[in-house]
Nanobody, 127 residues
Framework: QVQLVESGGGSVQAGGSLRLSCVAS???????????MGWFRQAPGKEREAFAA????????YYAESPKGRFTISRDNDKRTVWLQMDNLKPEDSAIYYC?????????????????WGQGTQVTVSS
């Protein structure tokens, strides 16, 4: 059974940094390296939105416009881990952040393309 476990959330002041981790279990090495992974977030009263994803091999990141230049997604297939480095955080980045494993051929910006979700980790940025 596949599980995604996020960690690294917390409370920071604007301009600060956080690094989120997502560890996947239930995948073999060969199956995990074939999976596109990504991060979504959901703020109170808003829909869950995609903002970052990474290709199976790790060579192709995808970003939504908002966090581009401030967030960096990376992965280590040997460790079955995906990271999200978040710098220069803003209050509008406050949300629950979810790790996602995509279905084969799915669109990285579409929540309907997600096969597995993590439980979420809270990020709060104060001004």
């Amino acid at each position: 059974q596949v599980q995604l476990v996020e960690s690294g959330g917390g409370s920071v002041q604007a301009g600060g940094s956080l690094r989120l981790s997502c560890v996947a279990s239930g995948y073999t090495y060969s199956s995990f390296r074939d999976i596109r992974m990504g991060w979504f977030r959901q703020a109170p009263g808003k829909e869950r939105e995609a903002f970052a994803a990474i290709s199976p091999g790790g060579g192709m990141p995808y970003y939504a416009e908002s966090p581009k230049g401030r967030f960096t997604i990376s992965r280590d297939n040997d460790k079955r881990t995906v990271w999200l480095q978040m710098d220069n955080l803003k209050p509008e980045d406050s949300a629950i952040y979810y790790c996602a494993a995509f279905k084969s051929g799915g669109s990285w910006y579409d929540s309907m393309s997600v096969n597995y979700w993590g439980q979420g980790t809270q990020v709060t940025v104060s001004s």
